[in-house]
């Protein structure tokens, strides 16, 4: 999301001083492609040297011959202000910049930023005192850092509307996962983690050899040369809930030219954009693609960027091929500079095989009250939590069934998550916007099933009408504001991904309470029998205790998604009527309210399937501390035993998904 305006930090650092002329290491006088070492923007180039960061002005940029390398912002690594405390950096290993703004990565695994004050460790929102130092996920492939700041000044929709970049502009950091097809994002003001993904070119199933990215473009090369582009941050892409969005053809026009300000908070439209294939390089018979790429913002609008990528020429001679982007046709480049046998693709690339995460899942319909309504089944042929749209197909008996599709967008929070794909018991929240089909729109009511008709229909391109949280095994689909810990009605859609587990009724997200048995089987068995009652009934109390704190989560959650709605509504009216002229804040009210029902019906019905679905498993544990704390060591032994020996049973009947 957002993150406001830095003054130019490396102009100031040519202002500190360049030290003295021996101490200048031996750097290249320019570089045109980014490597983890190295990063090429249009006003300046970043390198690494012992551990710290050089910088000068790109010298075929607007600051040309303002300075020679010298150490960024006097120092070359992260340092506290006078208001700002940092985590000291001993060394930086890698860097990504783009226009005048850095991400470094310490060599203990840090990434720090440079923000309006200098550096910070801080990933999260301050405001909130919720912040916390970021490490890459684990086997990062590869990393980049984009920000789409003033110099690009506005970006365009899918319908040609123009927005200004406004006060804050827009910073996202992107992991390339270590499969090739995952790209893991991060962004100042969402939770400091990296659970969030983008959907990566053909539903994720390409595998990526290197990923670049400028002012929220995306650009990505394979190991055969294929070549692809997107346009996507979380303030385009309907996640953030400070700007209002609208789909198809409920999108306005609105004709304010992005040069001005006031075209910031004009409606934007959805879905975003897809991935877009490059036309292919030709290298001829003595040419090759190498792995280092590039892309540079160089003007106004999502079309200035120029793409690059290193190689050899037609002759054999190295350099790098360029082209903007929307260009038909890839130029090249001689520059002279040696290219590592290691930095070029091979020339008759392997076979690659993929992973398809597009899971199958199909499921039912039940209310509020756990009853499901029979003779309706509910498919998602290709149920993907990191790629809208979701295909749903509505079963309603023979003949009667129509596709629908669930347009998706992260459910914004500052909570610290996991990726679902890394953790099988994490959960993701999504906003969803359900498109119908024409024929079920423009049939009449009385032909239709009440549940069309009544709570299906009502919601057609209504944005962010419906709240899904979802593992890799389950999902629920719930109209947003429905108040499901209020007793309201909480009829909602389950899918579930394994066909053994599509007729059951019992949940299969797994809370934290599961964690009880892992602290159990912490305990030392030999430890005294004094020890052991004491830790036992530690434990107890605390998983009270954390059921105690989602009971009352819960009903926050449940009282913010029927409460703040309407007082954001008051609110923006009451500064509406009150102001003598527009208070530019009082829109923000009016677009957080639209945004509203669906985050807190997420985080409520998320908090609702925990509480339900943790019962069993709190109360199995407790069952068993207080067997283990009461019970003579022998009886617990033979009883012990024989629930193992029932469990193996069981285990052994299962079936298998």
Request: charged residues 25%.
């Amino acid at each position: 999301m957002s993150t406001r305006h830095l003054p130019a930090i490396a102009i100031l650092a040519s202002a500190i001083g360049t030290g003295a002329a021996d101490s200048v290491p031996p750097l290249p006088d320019r570089f045109f492609v980014n490597t983890p070492t190295r990063s090429v923007t249009r006003h300046y180039l970043y390198a690494i040297h012992d551990g710290r960061i050089w910088t000068k002005a790109n010298p075929e940029g607007p600051y040309a011959g303002r300075d020679d390398w010298h150490l960024f912002m006097g120092t070359g690594l992260p340092f506290a202000s006078e208001d700002k405390p940092v985590q000291p950096a001993r060394a930086i290993v890698e860097l990504s910049a783009d226009d005048q703004w850095l991400v470094a990565l310490s060599d203990q695994g840090y990434l720090y930023r440079t923000d309006e004050h200098g550096w910070t460790h801080e990933w999260g929102l301050p405001q909130l005192g919720l912040t916390s130092l970021l490490r890459l996920p684990a086997g990062t492939r590869g990393w980049a850092f984009s920000n789409r700041h003033r110099n690009v000044e506005y970006y365009e929709d899918p319908y040609g509307n123009q927005f200004n970049w406004g006060r804050s502009g827009c910073t996202t950091l992107l992991a390339l996962k270590a499969d090739g097809q995952q790209i893991a994002y991060s962004d100042p003001w969402v939770s400091p983690d990296f659970s969030r993904q983008i959907c990566g070119p053909r539903r994720g199933r390409v595998r990526i050899e290197s990923l670049a990215g400028s002012a929220s473009t995306l650009f990505a090369l394979t190991a055969a040369g294929d070549l692809y582009t997107r346009f996507y941050d979380y303030d385009s892409d309907g996640s953030t809930p400070m700007f209002r969005f609208r789909y198809f053809e409920r999108v306005e026009r609105h004709g304010v030219p992005g040069s001005d300000p006031r075209s910031e908070l004009r409606t934007r439209g959805l879905p975003p954009p897809d991935w877009v294939e490059q036309p292919a390089i030709a290298v001829g018979p003595r040419g090759r693609l190498g792995r280092n790429i590039a892309i540079v913002q160089n003007g106004k609008g999502n079309a200035a960027r120029e793409l690059r990528v290193q190689g050899l020429g037609p002759d054999g001679r190295p350099g790098y091929y360029f082209k903007q982007l929307e260009d038909p046709i890839w130029r090249f480049r001689v520059t002279g500079e040696a290219i590592a046998e290691t930095d070029l693709l091979p020339r008759r690339p392997p076979p690659v095989v993929t992973v398809n995460r597009d899971r199958a899942a199909a499921g039912f319909v039940v209310d509020g009250h756990g009853n499901r309504r029979h003779g309706i089944r509910v498919e998602a042929p290709d149920l993907n939590l990191n790629c809208s749209p979701l295909r749903l197909r509505f079963c309603f008996g023979p003949g009667r069934e129509f596709e629908a599709l669930l347009h998706t967008a992260d459910a914004w929070t500052v909570f610290a998550l996991s990726d679902p794909e890394d953790d099988p018991d994490a959960y993701r929240m999504l906003k969803g916007t359900l498109q119908l089909p024409a024929e079920v729109m423009a049939a009449a009511p009385e032909t239709l099933d009440p549940l069309i008709a009544r709570w299906l229909r009502p919601t057609h391109l209504d944005p962010f009408a419906w709240a899904l949280v979802a593992n890799q095994r389950e999902a629920h689909l719930l109209r947003a504001g429905a108040g499901v810990m209020l007793g309201r009605d909480a009829t909602r859609i389950v899918l579930r991904t394994a066909a053994s587990e599509r007729g059951r009724s019992r949940i299969a997200l797994r809370p934290y309470t599961a964690a009880a048995a892992r602290l159990l089987a912490d305990l030392r068995p030999d430890a005294p029998a004094a020890e052991r009652r004491a830790r036992l009934r530690a434990t107890r109390e605390a998983l009270r205790r954390q059921r105690a704190d989602s009971e009352r989560h819960g009903l926050a959650f449940a009282l913010l998604e029927r409460a703040l709605q309407p007082t954001l509504w008051l609110i923006a009216t009451g500064d509406a009527i009150g102001a003598e002229k527009l208070d530019p804040q009082w829109p923000w009210y009016l677009i957080l309210a639209e945004h509203w029902p669906a985050l807190m019906t997420a985080n409520a019905l998320a908090t609702m399937l925990f509480l339900d679905q943790s019962a069993a498993d709190y109360d199995a544990a407790l069952a068993q501390i207080a067997r283990l704390v009461e019970e003579p060591p022998g009886l617990q032994r033979r009883r012990d035993r024989l629930e193992d020996s029932h469990g193996s049973q069981d285990r052994a009947q299962a079936p298998v998904p």
